[in-house]
């Protein structure tokens, strides 16, 4: 068993580091980088790629969605930047609406 220490400073995760907490291959996570869903934050090659740790949950919720919906990785990618954009848009739109209730008076 991989016994991780997680530094609260930079907690990035290599290849091996990585693939054991999203329980995935390693093949896999070349596909996933191919198609930009798992985005390494360091290193040109793929044995020295970094992973910041909160790829790690976009990685298992993409590998949910092509497991119980069967969609392909391209699809999943666009997926995963469609609600990106939603959830930006949600955190901007909640910013205008309390820049709006202070002259509004609401």
């Known amino acids: ?8 400073v ?4 290599n290849v091996e580091e990585f693939c054991h907490c999203a329980s995935i ?9 191919e198609h930009s869903i798992a985005v390494p934050v ?3 090659h793929a044995h020295e790629w970094l992973f910041n740790i ?3 949950s976009i990685v298992k919720k993409a590998t949910r969605i092509h497991r119980d919906l069967a ?3 391209a ?4 997926a995963l930047n469609l609600l990106d954009d939603i959830e930006k848009l949600k955190v901007e739109n909640e910013h205008l609406k309390k820049q709006l ?6």
């Not at 068993?1 to 609260?8: D, H, K, N, P, T």
């Not at 699809?75 to 666009?78: N, P």
């Open 1 to 8: 068993m991989i016994q991780l220490i997680i530094s609260e």
């Open 10 to 13: 930079n907690p990035q995760l």
């Open 25 to 33: 291959s390693e093949t896999l996570l070349h596909e996933l980088v």
């Open 42 to 44: 360091a290193g040109v």
């Open 54 to 56: 909160t790829t790690v």
């Open 71 to 73: 969609i392909d990785w």
């Open 75 to 78: 699809g999943i990618a666009l």
């Open 101 to 106: 209730s202070r002259f509004c008076g609401e």
